[in-house]
């Protein structure tokens, strides 16, 4: 049973191209997050979502766009990609209490070509 | 200004020996921290949450301490075997934010 699962698991563009991610999880929690690695390995946080309400929105540039049709989905959508945003993209979720024991998804590698 | 910091070098150790990894911080007054395990091609898993009252955490190999005067945490692999090697990150949420704000990790490799 997949928890937290993303699609695609792998993504190569050209630049200036527009590309979503796709997030859903299983597991009833009210909280989802989109964070980016880099090729340093750092963890950043993006955005947060909770119960389909924005609550956490980092210094992103506008092109990326997260959008949650429900509790259970979280998409990130890019546009006009740029060579700075090949990193792995994770998805994750939390129970009710913010910020307790992050449930990751398998990671989105994106490349920009 | 805040700062996580991990040792970014690799840490080389002996199966059966104890894994110590060293979490700093600066700037931050953390309520809890906590420390997750990634794989290669995977994504971060939970392994312990340890709050600021609480000074040390076990469960089976694993020891975390936190000691909020030094803004440290230390996790510990008693035992260690191959299949423990993979990346450790700590993690912790400044106050009021609902954030966790992550280290750059520490990767461990166990030979047998």
């Known amino acids: 049973d997949t928890a937290v699962s993303q699609t695609p698991k792998y993504l190569v563009t050209q630049m200036g191209n527009d590309k979503s991610i796709k997030c859903e999880q299983n597991l009833g929690h009210d909280t989802m997050y989109w964070y980016k690695q880099d090729s340093k390995k750092f963890l950043k946080i993006m955005f947060s979502y909770n119960n389909k309400e924005l609550i956490i929105n980092e210094t992103v540039p506008n092109r990326f766009s997260p959008k949650s049709p429900d509790k259970a989905h979280l998409n990130l959508h890019i546009n006009s990609l740029e060579l700075g945003d090949s990193a792995v993209y994770f998805c994750a979720s939390s129970p009710r209490d913010r910020g307790l024991k992050q449930f990751f998804g398998p990671g989105t590698r994106l490349t920009v070509l | 200004s805040q700062k996580i910091e991990q040792n970014s070098e690799a840490l080389n150790i002996q199966e059966g020996k104890t894994a110590t990894l060293t979490c700093n911080y600066t700037?931050?007054?953390?309520?809890?921290l906590q420390w997750y395990r990634q794989d290669p091609g995977r994504g971060p898993v939970f392994l312990l949450l340890i709050r600021e009252n609480e000074k040390e955490k076990r469960k089976e190999r694993l020891k975390v301490t936190f000691d909020t005067t030094l803004k440290q945490s230390l996790f510990h692999i008693t035992a260690s075997q191959p299949a423990d090697s993979a990346t450790y990150l700590c993690?912790?949420?400044?106050?009021?934010?609902?954030?966790?704000?992550f280290g750059q990790g520490t990767t461990l490799q166990v030979k047998p």
């Open positions: 700037n931050y007054s953390p309520a809890y």
């Open positions: 993690a912790l949420p400044p106050r009021n934010t609902g954030k966790l704000i």
